[in-house]
């Protein structure tokens, strides 16, 4: 196995241990920012072994499956997580709001869903990288990290916070649907183009 698909394994253990920590932020912020220093190692692993494989030539079909799953663990579980209240502060209020967590949790699954069809019509099997998506993807990683610190920034900055939780949380939401619509585009024309549309 090639070090980028190691490095795309480790990332996908590394999920249910960010979870747990995840789950246990509202008893002692060192679990919060466990959780937190976790998703930032997650998603520097992430870029890392994008470049590696690319880099040293070792780009393989196991690898381009394995990434977007990672990913996409990643994501969904810590949206979810995120989303319920009571798990950030004790203060529920402290938490993603729903409208966050359901329309990226949505897109993530359209996104795989899509890919797994996309596969069984014509053997391809691959992320379909954009501008729009690749800014969609750091910013959700950006919207987990912020929601993750944000029972302290609130005790630090006071509800002046709110204004930049909401800001963040609504680019993030703007860039995932645009990519969706994006990538509902893409994988037309690559259906179209193998006659599958019919």
Known sequence: MSWPNRI?????????PFILL?????????YRYGALGLALALGIADAADGILARRTG?????GSILDPVADYALMISALVTLSIPGVL??????????????????????MLGGMAIVFLLSGFFQGLPSATGKAATVMQFVTVVVTCASPDLLVWLGDIVWYFLYGIWGVTVALGVISWLGYIRTGSKMLAAGGHTE
């Open 8 to 16: 795309t394994v480790l990332r996908l253990l590394l999920v249910p």
């Open 89 to 110: 502060s004790e203060d529920t209020e402290v938490r993603l709001p729903y409208w966050v967590s359901v329309t990226l949790v949505s897109r993530a699954v359209f």
């Open 58 to 62: 070792t780009v393989t079909k196991i």
């Open 22 to 30: 995840l789950l246990q932020a509202s008893e002692h912020w060192g």
